[in-house]
């Protein structure tokens, strides 16, 4: 047993560096560190994900059939975590992560040679069509329907806190096509271009001052049955396996680390003999070492050819809450700071004050925004239930 | 990187946990930590037989020439079971400073009767109120001081004693039937036993300085930390089997027409002790993989590492009382033994806080806040 980065990795670890910076501008980094939401926007990021595709690097985390880079979890972990020390924009997580899986393991052969290169070359942009107004962490109570039409699916309905559905020209969506017997067994897996005649994108702001989240409305949406996946009320096994990867699906050990770093230079700058703040700051940098190590676990377990079991579901809940707890500390340490508020978006295009100023302004509504992370993708207390199942046996 | 184990470690996990399973249940701790002695010479020479005194120590000293996985194994399936033998003392401590500074001669002297069963060791490392010092004499040394906090005394034959030797420091062997030596052992709250220690004009031979090393303060530091390492493998066991008891227990006790464990609150509750375990569990292997590593690195994993898991092991502790109610008040389960176990622990080497104080001073640096835990092999 060992954490040893290999000399070959050494390697790999400089020529990532090396890209980093030919391909990460100033202005890049700057609109990355800016960012208060928890995605950037594709604006910020498809220069750089056209370079990494350009590299075959784009969809490092897939298999090597359908494009992948054959990275050894190592090398993935480098990444990973040079592209976070990097302030590099994250990019195309909807497609690349959640359902380019999906389709892997479901979709035809056609849909696969289709929709995967695109989502590899940055050409699509994907929102996640899952809750609804009346459907959140009880998923299976959707109730958007696709009826039969011939070879079509007429839709109608609603989905709500669609992230990113206002940049994205297509969504991923679960439809109901029967109400029969189980709620999980009349559910539809179904791809949708976001400009069919009948859709409607309505923003919703959240209390952070970004535009994230949005509703989407179907209105008599036709959508051809060839852009099913898998079988008809089938939908459900997609969407839990998708559900797998968007918890545990990719490392938030990096990400985490740089946010972490940015707080302990705030502390070092506006609260250095703080005894509360450093005994917080401290608290919480043991629980980053305990959680990458955790990552690293899952690292090494899939490296040996094993999957991560239930873990990702702790992962995700921990994660979250650490990222929350960052950004609050964050908020605390730099105090009165806090109150300055700007209501433009987004900060980097708006913002025309000092490098060390400008950054002040993002604490309080990251806060806020970063709230979101134990309710997405599963709220905390849905991961809870998980676990004591699969953890516990209860 | 690779965190799985290996076959061999795999077989030493089973091969531990079910002979202790066996061997020492929670009447076997209760009946230990009540007798005048507080350990078994019986077990004491089972596990010889079985080869764990020897585990670490190189195959010139006789031993087998494990490392820092290996004791964690061990120390937490010792956890698990509630063991009381000094193991800590006498292989990690005692014999950890002896194979690190050691003399041939010493090292084969002192560890082969450790390996065989025959010897067990005591570290006394923490001064009392001043630093005990070694003065030089015309035919070696005289040792005065006092020492407090010493795992495993009362029950060792010879001790090591750190000293102060002008601005140095240095190691003694000290056979416990040393004239001037007085040993005060004490009932600590895990049933295990504790000592202070008068050290009265000791005199002692120039051979009996480890190696001969009068700069002997970072070896010193860093077999505290190897046991501070190991202490917290032992104490993530006996967190596990916090957990483990405790689902247990709701899943029997029936209140209000179902068992307990059907109530999604405590459900939940449940969850997040498994969750801080999983956590201590992680911390712990941070800290035993960097024992090797720089002495940066190695501060910085163990120190997080006692932080950590101090506070996750009052919360699992707190918690399993609750869960089990009334009965967990009480030492009738073996709820009680853990508790208290964990208890030992966070005050054992510098308490949670302090622990916590030093990391935050650590991690202020930027740079090293920065730092992932993978590191370059040379490093």
């Known amino acids: ?394 | 990187m690779d965190l799985q184990y290996d076959t061999e470690q795999t077989i030493l996990r089973d091969s531990a946990e079910k002979f202790l399973a066996g061997r020492y249940d929670y009447r076997t701790f209760q009946k230990t930590a009540d007798s005048a002695a507080g350990w078994s010479p019986e077990f004491w020479s089972e596990i010889a037989e079985l080869g764990w005194l020897g585990l670490p120590f190189a195959e010139d000293d006789g031993g087998f020439g494990a490392g820092a996985v290996e004791i964690a194994i061990l120390m937490e399936a010792f956890g698990k079971s509630l063991v009381l033998e000094p193991y800590l003392p006498t292989v990690v401590l005692g014999g950890g400073i002896v194979a690190k500074l050691g003399a041939p001669a010493q090292r084969q002297e002192i560890l082969g009767p450790v390996v065989e069963g025959k010897s067990r060791l005591a570290f006394a490392v923490q001064d009392q109120a001043k630093p005990t010092e070694a003065k030089k004499t015309a035919n070696g040394f005289t040792l005065s001081g006092a020492k407090k906090t010493v795992l495993g005394a009362t029950m060792a034959d010879t001790l090591l004693v750190s000293a102060q030797i002008g601005s140095g420091v240095g190691v003694f062997v000290v056979p416990v039937a040393t004239r001037g030596v007085t040993v005060r052992g004490y009932r600590s709250v895990d049933g295990g036993r504790l000592a202070d220690i008068e050290l009265v004009d000791v005199a002692l031979p120039e051979s009996s300085l480890l190696g001969g090393n009068e700069q002997a303060g970072a070896a010193v530091e860093e077999t505290v930390q190897r046991a501070i390492a190991a202490l917290s493998a032992d104490a993530v066991g006996a967190m596990s089997a916090l957990v483990v008891q405790t689902v247990e227990y709701t899943k029997t006790r029936v209140q209000f027409g179902q068992p307990l464990a059907k109530f999604q609150v405590l459900q939940h509750r449940m969850v997040g002790m498994k969750v801080k375990e999983e956590e201590a569990r992680a911390s712990c292997l941070f800290a035993t993989l960097s024992l090797d590593g720089s002495a940066e690195r190695r501060e910085r994993a163990v120190v997080g590492a006692k932080a950590k898991i101090g506070r996750a092991s009052r919360a699992v502790a707190q918690e399993a009382i609750q869960l089990h109610g009334a009965i967990g008040t009480t030492d009738e389960l073996s709820v009680g033994g853990y508790v208290k176990r964990l208890l030992a622990y966070e005050m054992m080497f510098g308490t949670t806080r302090e622990h916590l104080r030093r990391y935050g001073a650590i991690i202020s640096d930027p740079e090293t806040a920065s730092h992932g835990l993978l590191t370059v092999a040379a490093e």
């Open chain 1, 1 to 394: 047993m060992d954490l040893n980065i290999a000399p070959q990795d050494l390697a790999f670890r400089d020529e990532v560096q090396k890209f980093l910076v030919a391909n990460v501008s100033k202005d890049i980094q700057r609109a990355v560190e800016l960012t208060s939401a928890f995605i950037n926007e594709p604006e910020i990021s498809i220069d750089f994900h056209r370079a990494l595709h350009k590299r075959g690097w784009s969809v490092f985390n897939w298999p090597k059939e359908y494009g992948g880079s054959g990275w050894t979890a190592v090398q993935r972990y480098i990444f990973d975590t040079e592209c976070a020390r990097y302030n590099a924009p994250m990019y195309n997580g909807a497609g690349r992560v959640m359902l380019a899986p999906v389709l892997m393991k479901f979709g035809r052969q056609d849909q696969k040679d289709f929709y995967l290169p695109r989502i590899a070359a940055g050409e699509d942009h994907w929102a996640q069509g899952y809750s609804e107004p009346g459907a959140g962490s009880d998923l299976a109570s959707l109730k958007c329907k696709a009826e039969s039409d011939g070879d079509d699916y007429i839709v109608n309905g609603q989905k709500i806190w669609t992230t990113q559905a206002h940049k994205s020209n297509r969504i991923f969506a679960l439809v109901r096509t029967s109400n029969e017997g189980k709620r999980q067994e009349g559910i539809t897996f179904l791809l949708v271009d976001l400009d069919s005649p009948g859709i409607t994108i309505r923003p919703i702001h959240g209390n952070g001052g970004d535009h994230e989240f949005n509703e989407v409305f179907f209105d008599n949406v036709r959508v051809p049955k060839s852009n099913r996946v898998g079988e008809e009320n089938k939908g459900w096994d997609c969407a839990k396996y998708l559900l797998e990867f968007e918890r545990g699906g990719s490392l938030s050990a990096g990400r985490v680390r740089a946010q972490f770093t940015r707080l302990v230079n705030k502390i070092k700058t506006h609260c250095p003999d703080d005894p509360d703040i450093i005994a917080r700051m401290a608290e919480l940098g043991t629980d980053l070492d305990a959680m990458e190590m955790i990552d690293i676990s899952i690292l090494s377990a899939l490296q040996s050819g094993g999957n991560p079991g239930p873990v990702s579901s702790l992962v995700k809940m921990r994660w979250s809450q650490v990222r929350q707890q960052i950004a609050e500390l964050t908020m605390d340490a730099i105090g009165e700071h806090a109150l300055k508020w700007v209501v433009e978006r987004p900060l980097y295009e708006t913002l025309q004050l000092p490098e060390e100023d400008e950054d002040l302004l993002t604490a309080a509504p990251r806060y806020l925004n970063y709230r979101a992370y134990t309710i997405f993708g599963g709220s905390t207390e849905i991961q809870t239930t998980i676990l004591a199942k699969s953890m516990l046996g209860l």
